[in-house]
């Protein structure tokens, strides 16, 4: 992983520094780079069951017409994207594979990093997605040098901006999506009583000129089924009673809102 701290250098199946610290490379191709003091719990990120259900709605399709939107405007960026990327909390890789598709296509040698604070995620990516390089870190601490970096995508996830700015060369690109104010409402209708609208944010990022911001919104129409690996994949469900989910799997249709906000940001 060139991105890499420059101390840290391929070891066959380890990364190792002049230091002789070494960081394994694990069967499935991901590195760990989270140091135990910076895990708040034994296993961080987003648990198993959340981690199923989003794969199983992702790879149905719902939300292709986002996904291809994030790289439409990926494509469109003048000058070209950049050899390097990064996207934090990737999850299992459904967002990093197409970017790496996508960059691929405008430049053969680009590279494309894949990094999530969960194991699990980042184990079943890197099995399914042997062109991105992953690792398990934190989006606090960015385990990548100065200005290495053509561009972040950072799709829901937290963020610490000054991070983002020591990482991204002066020039380089940030991509950002934020739930819109009526995202998943009719799902929300199911679990509270009253029903507040999502916040806009992201009004300015600290060392960053906006370039482009727009929105996207389009209905879902699901099973009942799909209804719930909606819900299980996102923070609803922690608030969600059993008979909410009985209820939702019962459903003959569920028809559903989407609405994101992408955004892009220059590295000033």
């Known amino acids: 992983m060139s991105a890499l701290p420059p101390a840290l250098a391929l070891h066959s199946t380890c990364y190792r520094c002049a230091g002789q610290h070494s960081f394994d490379l694990a069967k499935e191709g991901y590195v760990n780079l989270l140091p135990v003091q910076f895990k708040h719990s034994k296993d961080p990120g987003d648990a198993p069951m959340m981690m199923a259900a989003r794969r199983a709605f992702l790879d149905a399709g719902h939300y292709q017409p986002q996904r291809d939107s994030i790289m439409a405007s990926i494509a469109a960026l003048t000058p070209e994207p950049g050899l390097r990327w990064l996207d934090i909390g990737c999850g299992e890789g459904y967002y990093t594979a197409a970017l790496a598709k996508e960059l691929s296509c405008h430049q053969p040698q680009a590279e494309v990093y894949g990094m999530d604070i969960a194991k699990n995620a980042v184990r079943s990516a890197a099995k399914r997605y042997r062109q991105v390089r992953f690792c398990v870190a934190s989006s606090q601490r960015l385990p990548f040098v100065d200005a290495s970096l053509d561009g972040i995508m950072r799709i829901y996830a937290p963020s610490n901006p000054a991070e983002l700015r020591r990482t991204l060369r002066p020039g380089g690109v940030l991509l950002t999506v934020t739930p819109g104010p009526r995202h998943l409402y009719q799902l929300k209708a199911l679990i509270y009583r009253d029903v507040q609208l999502h916040e806009p944010k992201e009004d300015a990022v600290?060392?960053?000129?906006?370039?482009?911001?727009?929105?996207?919104?389009?209905?879902?129409?699901?099973?009942?089924?799909?209804?719930?690996?909606?819900?299980?994949?996102?923070?609803?469900a922690w608030r969600a009673t059993p008979q909410v989910l009985e209820r939702l799997a019962a459903m003959a249709q569920f028809d559903c809102e989407t609405d994101f906000t992408v955004r892009l940001w220059r590295r000033a």
Not at 206 to 234: I, K, N, W
């Open 206 to 236: 600290a060392g960053f000129a906006p370039l482009q911001d727009h929105s996207l919104c389009y209905p879902l129409r699901l099973t009942g089924e799909e209804g719930v690996a909606l819900l299980r994949m996102t923070p609803f």
